[in-house]
């Protein structure tokens, strides 16, 4: 009966040690939230930076050169016309029929050039990160997306080859916004 007793003992003051611990945790639950609410918004806000930012380099690189290849596709509603524009480290491809155009996706891979916030192409992955609020993930891509609830995703890419940010690619899904 004493080993019993002695055992109950035993196993009430250890369920008393872990509840200090449990209750930590159930504190730390409402920080956790808003560090990864803090996180979120800087990464909406850094899609939108990029996205706005990919659209404008889209749209001047369409107006302000000749495409290097056309070619016709199938697309929802019938015939489009690919065209792909190329400078050195940049290459766009955009999408035209029913007598509208829209960029279909870019990608930017130049040594140095500029991104919105403050950015370049070359940064270490961890400045990139800080900036985006994005947690350290492992692997050599980042995907940025639209938040749930706002239309296509239209991801934005971000390739690190040895830690450094070496390609941005934006790809513009075919959807209404």
């Not at 019993?4 to 509840?19: E, F, H, I, P, Q």
């Not at 449990?22 to 956790?32: D, G, L, N, S, V």
Request: charged residues 25%; aromatic residues 6%; proline residues 4%.
């Amino acid at each position: 009966m004493e080993g019993k007793l002695l055992a109950c003992a035993l196993l009430g003051v250890t369920m008393l040690a872990a509840l200090p611990a449990a209750a930590r945790e159930t504190a730390q639950a409402p920080e956790q939230e808003a560090l990864r609410q803090r996180q979120a918004a800087r990464m909406a806000d850094g899609f939108a930076h990029l996205h706005g930012f990919g659209e404008g380099v889209a749209a001047a690189l369409a107006a302000s050169s000749s495409a290097q290849r056309t070619r016709r596709v199938e697309g929802f509603n019938g015939k489009l016309t690919r065209k792909t524009y190329r400078q050195p480290g940049i290459e766009l491809t955009t999408e035209s029929g029913g007598g509208n155009t829209f960029p279909g996706s870019l990608a930017i891979s130049r040594a140095g050039y500029p991104l919105p916030l403050g950015l370049h192409i070359g940064d270490r992955r961890g400045a990139v990160e800080d900036v985006l609020g994005a947690s350290a993930s492992g692997g050599d891509t980042l995907v940025l997306k639209r938040t749930e609830g706002e239309g296509c995703a239209d991801p934005i890419t971000l390739t690190f080859r040895d830690k450094v940010l070496a390609r941005v690619d934006w790809t513009w899904e075919s959807c209404q916004d």
